[in-house]
């Protein structure tokens, strides 16, 4: 129960730019811990004045075409164990209620930090899912701290 993690590292402030991954036609922005520091162009063009800010975007420039999706909502992040019997294994961080897919699913983001003591400045690589994004990231950060005794 003395475990504890810091993810502070991995959250991107300006003038940083945000995670971005590319997945076919599509592009998706994403932060930690905070909504993305920049409104994708795509997005702000799309809904102007009344663009909400989020922790992770979907977004399409496809010629003529254009689509901004909300992957998630930042009040709504929950934190759990990867696997609840091997918590150096790594954590995992939940956000809901976005843009939605059908009448009665909103996107979700889920983001998989799994521990890996090597990887001292990672970047998250691939998006997987529909609806229900799932990125995989390996970091070090996802291994738990050992408890420092005063």
Not at 48 to 64: D, F, H, I, R
Not at 88 to 95: A, H, Q, R, S, W
């Amino acid at each position: 129960g003395d475990l504890s993690w810091d993810m502070s590292p991995l959250v991107r402030h300006r003038p940083q730019r945000d995670y971005s991954i590319p997945r076919d036609a599509w592009m998706f922005y994403l932060n930690v811990c905070s909504d993305t520091v920049k409104v994708p162009k795509v997005c702000s063009d799309k809904y102007g004045e009344n663009v909400l800010s989020a922790p992770g975007y979907q977004t399409l420039t496809k010629g003529e075409e254009t689509a901004c999706y909300y992957m998630g909502n930042i009040n709504t992040g929950v934190w759990g164990l990867l696997d609840e019997s091997k918590p150096e294994e790594g954590v995992k961080l939940t956000y809901s209620a976005g843009t939605k897919c059908d009448a009665s699913t909103g996107r979700s983001l889920e983001y998989h930090f799994i521990c890996d003591p090597s990887a001292a400045v990672s970047e998250p690589v691939t998006v997987a899912g529909e609806c229900r994004f799932m990125i995989i990231w390996q970091t070090k950060y996802a291994c738990p701290m050992l408890p420092r005794h005063s």
